[in-house]
């Protein structure tokens, strides 16, 4: 029996572990370490502030997938040795003390983490700040934008590449929705510090940018927030922006014990995205938001690199059966209603990354029915990884 050791239990991971059991049934032991003992989906996260999403339609356990003989170790990885082939884990509330796996093959799928240590006055002032992107912190948010009378909103998004690349225009029309149903937008700027050129993906600027004006949002791109304090940011050029609401997405990268296994600096590298072993270890792959792909961060790009990794693992096993897998996807972005309904609507957009240059395109009319959509995407997507719909 071959060890497979995957990193990280989300979309990437689960769907190699998925994939594997089915195509390696009785030659693999398959075991997913996850550093909780649930999964939370990203995509709708957003829409938690309008309260069109709810917590229990976006978590799930991993039982199910238990039954297709995946093991499930729950647990902080902590150092990997890609040398001696050894994975390090941290105790859990789960019960698992203290352990160290073996492998064969080690799948790095950890997704990425937020990290704000190169701004001032960050480890000062993070409780001031507030984002979409962890269950936690799209509670505050949420509480500070539906409480709150008066003041300015920042949102801000680093420089590309970060996870979900529409998500800080998506935060910055959600809370524009929510002030105005409300009836208190007008005592409220709302500004968004992008560190880019362009929003991201810039192939869609053009009707984000219609879109803020209609709903008088100031937008500021080629900047970077260099200082937080208590009530402002500083860019780059020296500029100062108050705040009462802050949500600020810090730079993203991979955990830090990729980098200290020597593994990547920033991301985990790679041979190419279609062959997706480090360069150095046959033995060690990676997949999803960790892996040094040239592609967008999101959910589609994460399962269809697993599906790379996936074959490559069963062509090194001597199977020849592959997975169809391209690069290639249809996003979403959530819009918000200019006239503050809670009901929000999205613009639909597709990227074909197997053509040079890759082709983007877009429909630009923003549509409610984008926004169910996406949810029926989100929740096939949670079914066929986690084995069980919401009910
Ligand atoms: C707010 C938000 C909005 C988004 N919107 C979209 C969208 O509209 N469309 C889209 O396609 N994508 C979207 N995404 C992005 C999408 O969710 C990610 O790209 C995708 O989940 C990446 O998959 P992954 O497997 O690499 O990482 P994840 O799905 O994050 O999984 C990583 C897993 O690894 C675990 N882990 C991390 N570190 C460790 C460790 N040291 N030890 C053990 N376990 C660890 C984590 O707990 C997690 O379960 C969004 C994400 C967010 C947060």
Redesign the pocket.
Known sequence: MKKIVI???????MGIANTLADKLKGKAEITV????DF?F???S??LILTGEQNYHRIIRGYENVGSKGIKLVV????KVDPDNRKVYVSESTFGNKDSVLDYDYLVL???IVFDGSKITGYEKYWWKNTT??DPGRVNVLKERLWSQNEGTVIVYAPKAPY??A??PTETTLLSHTILTHRGVRQKFNIIHIDANDKTQPPFIMDIVKQTYDKAGIQLVTNQEITEIGEDYVVTSSGEKYKYTILAMLEPNRA?K?IDEAGLGKGYVDIRSPQDLRHPKYDDVLS????AKLPFP??????FESAMFAANKILEMEGVSEKVPVQYA?V???YMGNLEGKLETLSLQFQMDLTTQPPKPTKDPQLKRDYTLQ?DRWEQAYLEKLFGYKAI
């Open positions: 990193v990280g239990g989300g979309i990437a991971g370490v996850n550093k909780e999964y989906a990203g995509p996260r957003p647990g902080n990885v902590y799928t950890p997704g979409v992107y996870r979900c529409p998500a955990p014990f997949a999803g938001d960790a961060k999101n959910q589609e790009i994460a996807f996003g979403w972005a996406k």
